[in-house]
């Protein structure tokens, strides 16, 4: 038995939710629960107990299910308490259990490991867990396929230090859950820059036959993947920065985000 499952739950427009669950106890946890009703219909059909949220930002389109679904615990004892992680940031809605860098938290027999990742938003996190048979983050809007997410609250040093630094380090093998459906755009951005790299335009063409409205085909990347097509993992590559006209990843980053939000 794999110890650990996940199931991709659609929300809004392009937005994922995703039920993390620990098959040796039943225990789960839910990434950024913005609809708590398809939230608690997915825990009930799982058999599971729900008691765990991670947010990944502030943002309402992640966050803002957070008040409705902790009132929803508060009116029914029966569900137990439930615990909402986040970074440290007052705009998180029912925070209970702030987390940095480096700390841990449970899923039932499941570690989950938070990974500091401030620019899109100064209080992002990114979950890491790793089994023996699987490995997985959630991103969030940090790393998305074959993208990244705006600069809102950071710079580009800050998303350079996310995704070079610290999610690239991750196993190659590394199945990336990120917070919305965006890989044609973002592919179709990257086939700019870079159009002789064979994997971004081998992946363009899945992408344009693939169901994105029903939002099945694309998710999860790889970090393996990533590093092969998306062009915001691969500024030091000389490819990248001669196409955008810069000679060093730092102002390439910068670069790269500056077209991509024009595109």
């Given amino acids: 038995m794999t110890r650990m499952t996940v199931t991709k739950i659609p929300a809004l427009k392009d937005n994922f939710m995703y039920l993390i669950i620990c098959n040796e106890t039943k225990h789960a946890a839910i990434v950024d629960p913005v609809e708590p009703e398809r939230v608690l219909k997915s825990a009930k059909e799982s058999g599971v107990s729900l008691n765990k949220v991670l947010t990944t930002h502030h943002h309402w389109d992640h966050a803002g299910g957070n008040a409705d679904l902790f009132k929803h615990y508060q009116m029914d004892t029966s569900l137990g308490p439930l615990s909402i992680y986040g970074g440290q940031d007052e ?4 925070l209970t259990n702030p987390v940095g ?50 600069f809102f ?18 196993p190659d093998d590394t199945k ?9 755009n973002n ?4 086939n700019t820059i870079e159009p002789d790299n064979e994997n971004i335009s081998k992946l363009l ?3 344009k036959e693939a169901d994105l409205d029903g ?4 998710i999860p990347s790889t970090i393996g993947q990533e590093k092969l097509i998306n062009v915001f993992m691969r500024v030091q590559k000389e490819s990248v920065q ?22």
Avoid: W
Avoid at 215 to 218: Q, Y
């Fill in 91 to 94: 705009r998180i809605p029912n």
């Fill in 101 to 150: 860098q480096d700390d841990t938290l449970n899923i039932g027999n499941l570690k989950v490991r938070c990974i500091s990742t401030p620019c899109h938003t100064t209080s992002h996190i990114c979950y890491y867990i790793e089994t023996p048979e699987d490995k997985v983050v959630f991103t969030g809007d940090t790393l998305f396929l074959a993208g990244c997410g705006r």
């Fill in 153 to 170: 609250e950071g710079t580009a040093q800050q998303m350079y230090d996310a995704l070079i630094t610290k999610l690239s380090a991750l």
């Fill in 176 to 184: 990336v859950y990120c917070g919305h459906e965006y890989a044609l």
């Fill in 187 to 190: 592919l179709r951005f990257g």
């Fill in 205 to 207: 063409a899945v992408a």
């Fill in 215 to 218: 939002r099945r085909a694309m």
């Fill in 242 to 263: 001669f196409s955008i006209g810069k000679n060093t990843p730092l102002a390439t980053m910068q670069a790269l985000r500056e077209a991509k939000d024009k595109f």
